[in-house]
């Protein structure tokens, strides 16, 4: 379907993407995995025909749709999310426009055995037949279903884009490329700004897409539920493996060590094969071996090792000095932005030591909670207070935006740093692979991994006791966030962690906040116990309130209706609307050459030539009055 040939990517003198070839079949779901920096998104932008290459080519077959999301977009503020979705069908919107215009030229033409009455026939069933095509289900239905599936509540279709952050407008854009259902998927970290929820319902619907997907994702379990197949971007070039995430990390380590295996084996041969000719080089008994022996070594197909990338994050925290028992405690606490209720009535305790995950639904207020914790906001009502002793680090969810870009990569720890750690700043960078000339990099020109790499050194500047991370593992690679979560793991300290990741979380935190409808509630155990405790929950649930659930469904059902019933009444108005419009442009269009012809005759009549034409215009005349009163009417009729 798409190949990839010789591809090539340098700029600055620097090789990015060297003479990369692979294939892209149909049915194929490739996870696109590589450090940061190794190049994933720029080869998305060159297959979606954003960005060219230095050299090389991407071939696609004529008319294939492709779906492209960046890791950041912006919408037009004028709509709201529900318009904003729907203009995922403006292709059959304009085609129902375009038929609806063909239908009223063909009732107001007579000329029926003409062949341009007979076009307009032919082009009617194909519009027609194009549109029995693209409106299979019913675009508003399929709307409110993605919409649902990606965390949006029904109240909130009819918000205006502009109101909602940067990672809900990537859902909203998600879901227009999800409706368009095209022919090959390019998603570039689709589960950064996603929760646990939508992550699942993500997951269940590219298992069942009939189209391509190419996806960059740093989420282990995401690329092992979503993929078959796994293309590594390594210092450069690409490795193909025809298995899952999980399965690649065992395949790449045996082709590996065969490698090497073959590469040592080669070596002895060749070293055996060079030392005998140098030794019986001289000797004429000797010769016709050693000329073999030359012959042989001339057509070896000599064995090369794949370069490994060994470079990876070295993060250990500072000794942890101890605070009090309780690190953080909330009584009756309360927090609303104008007359919206965040949460209400919470009542936490984290304790020394514990690691925590905040987790739940977009929107339902953890970084909320994590910016009353810093003292960043004051609480509508109750108390939030920090325990004794206790030296708190922070790391935003915009952690790497916060960033001064006009600052170099050692400039921003500089800043920051105080006594004996100055002298360690080299060695703090090197660990967080900002190594040689990176550290003289502006923060304007790093990638987001390498800003979140950045802004996570900055922590390690000073001993704290407790670490509160607002996605900490956004843009970060997969072994990145392995050595993050190894060292977040020995960290002896307390931490609380807002995190969407479940392979991150797992064997990481002991305790979990679910927020959720405004209310915070305490999880004890791991994060697939929780997943685990939720699904037994739901099932117990259905099972005590099975009528109150089949009142609720019911509710529901009849508010669906009615919004969609509203949203087609307001299409089909709108199509009148149009109707109106051009029927009221026809009749005046007619109206004004009604009055030119009439001008015309005017003139004549005022200067006859003879009397036989004096009548017939005089005839022509009263015809055309008598017409332009019937227009007028009709005009009058169609403004009322």
Known sequence: MVSINNLTVAFGGFTLLNDINFHISEKDNIGLVGKNGAGKSTLLKIIAGIQKPTKGQILKPSGLSIGYLP??????????????????????????????EVSIMLAERTDYQSKDYHKLIVELNDLNDRINFLSQENPEGMTE?????????????????STFSQGWNMRIELAKILLKKPDLLLLDEPTNHLDIESIQWLEEYLETYSGSLVVISHDRKFLDNVTNRTVELLLGKAYDYKVPYSKYIGLRRERAEQQRAAFENQQKM???????????????TKSNQVQSRIKQLEKID??????????????????????????????DLKMQFDKKVIFDNVNITIERGEKVAFVGRNGEGK????????????????????????????????????????DTVFDTLDKVAVGDIRTKLR?????????????????????????????????????????????????????????????????DGTLIIVSHDRDFLDGLVNKLYEFKD?????????????????????????????????????????????????????????????????????????????????????????????????????????????????????WEKLQS
């Open 71 to 100: 890791q950041q977009m912006e919408h037009q503020k004028d709509k709201t999310v529900f318009e904003e979705a729907l203009t995922a069908f403006s292709t059959l919107f304009d085609l129902t426009k375009k038929m609806d």
């Open 145 to 161: 279903k993605t919409l649902l599936g990606l965390g949006f509540k029904r109240d909130e279709f009819c918000r205006q884009t």
């Open 270 to 284: 060749i070293e055996k094969s060079e030392e005998f000719i140098e030794r019986f080089r001289y000797k004429a």
């Open 302 to 331: 000599r064995i090369e090792i794949e370069p490994e990338d060994h470079s990876s994050l070295n993060v250990k925290f500072p000794p942890a000095p101890r605070s009090g028992q309780v690190v953080v405690k909330s009584v």
């Open 367 to 406: 970084t909320t909670m994590m910016r009353l914790i810093i003292n960043e906001l004051s609480p509508s009502g109750g108390t939030i207070k920090l325990g004794h002793n206790v030296l708190l680090g922070y790391y935003a969810q915009n952690q790497e935006d916060l960033l001064d870009k006009n």
């Open 427 to 491: 060695d703090i960078l090197g660990a967080f692979l900002f190594k040689g000339e990176d550290i003289d990099k502006k923060v304007a020109i790093l990638s987001g991994g390498e800003k979140s790499r950045l802004a996570m050194a900055k922590l390690i500047l000073k001993p704290y006791n407790l670490l509160a991370l607002d996605e900490p593992t956004n843009h970060m690679d997969i072994r990145s966030k392995d050595v993050l979560k190894q060292a977040l793991v020995n960290y």
């Open 518 to 634: 405004g209310k915070v509630k305490e999880h004890l155990g791991g994060v697939m116990d929780f997943l685990q405790k939720k699904k037994l929950g739901h099932l117990n649930d259905l099972e005590i309130k099975e009528v109150a659930a089949k009142k609720e469904r019911q509710i529901e059902d009849k508010v669906k209706n009615q919004e969609l019933n509203s949203f087609k009444e307001q299409r089909e108005k709108e199509r009148e609307e149009r109707k109106k419009k051009n029927a009221i442009e026809r009749c005046e269009k007619a109206i004004e050459e009604s009055e030119k012809k009439i001008k015309i005759l005017e003139e004549s009549l005022s200067n006859p030539k003879d009397g036989k034409t004096f009548q017939k215009q005089l005839n022509e005349y009263n015809q055309l009055k008598e017409k332009i009163e019937k227009q007028m009417e009709e």
